[in-house]
């Protein structure tokens, strides 16, 4: 199943895991770990959001968390609710200035997206906090998960918040979990998870992104489904400015409907990116540069570069397997895969976005004759990287990284 928009679910709640990049530590010690629990209480209390379990691990974190119907003013939100990846955005962004200062370091701390799998909050709840409390054992960071000091466990076992007053935001979330508890202790709760259960869930979040009944999916697939048919495609951040929302449907423009009293208005913007393109280095671009002098380079936008260009990558098996090739092209604003092309799968439009620090950022969903296709991808400096979830009926869910190889101006074919 393709990723989800992060949307509020009635009765749902997010599994969140955010890891290192390229698997690098994102704590190193004791003050670390307090800082991003620090920040974890600001932006909870900023953003409303509800935190049932958490778990700091050396190079990856595990957040259990609840959107709310309510916005921060107490207004009823809308199907498009944002404030997970605020919530998020606001929550790595920070710690990772916090990090880079502290270590001088510089660039990205965490991979560009968290991941997150959506969960039937009353049949799974109480399950997904033992999952997540039960890591560190699981990687063999401690002999008991009881004794990790950067998690909520203690917290659901003790309930002595006199000795944890700077972790107290988190009280009314873990009553509320406890409350599901029948005649057990959380201890023996937790130790009564047969691991066939933990297996399980992990699968499921793992591969579908969906964990509870069949009605639940079927309420999450409806509930997408009138999100998606608003016209609505997926927001992203630009890095120090307001964040834009890219519509799929329209393409280059921005379709705003305006109800008001006096009727319904309809205003058209063109969706372009000349406010931050002005602030973005030119690239070089890269055909002919060992034979022109440096002042004679062609100099194109990012933006550009991707769509002149056709782009070699290299497919690589998550589970593992055999390397593949393919080819992407971005022609008239719309996406192509060569490899998925001759499978059925047809042309799709695709959103972008450029950020201050000259990254540019795209996704595209393809549907095909039995099944659909996910791109996300990103590129900077002229090398490009990304993910393909590729699900089909009845086989296998198929996840790949990919990486450029090459490209090639569409002109010189």
Known sequence: MPRLPRIYIKDAIYFVTCRGEHDEKVFEDEKDYNMFLELLRKYQEQYGIKIFAFCLLPDHLHLLVEMQRQAKDNTPQTGKSPEISDFMRDLNNNYTKYFNGRYERKGHLFRERFKSALVEKDKY?????AYLHLNPEKLNLCPDSKLYPYSSYQLYIYQDWSKQEDLKFLKSAIDEALGLLKDQTYTQFVNGLAEEERDFIHKRINRGGILGSESFIQQVKSEVQAYQAQGLGQKYEVAGRKSYRLFFAMGSFLLVVIVSAGGIYLLSLK?????TSSQIKKLQTKFQAASRPEAEKPRISISEELKSEEWEIKLIPVSGGSEDRDILDFRQGKFVSEKLNLLGFAKSNYSEVVENNGRL??????TGPDGVASWQ???REGRMRGTLSLRQKDKAPQDFSF???????KDEK
């Open 403 to 409: 990486i450029s190889t090459g490209f090639k101006r």
């Open 271 to 275: 969706n372009n990116l000349s406010q």
């Open 361 to 366: 950022i795209w996704e595209t969903m393809q």
């Open 125 to 129: 709840l109480l399950e997904m906090t």
């Open 377 to 379: 991808g990103e590129m």
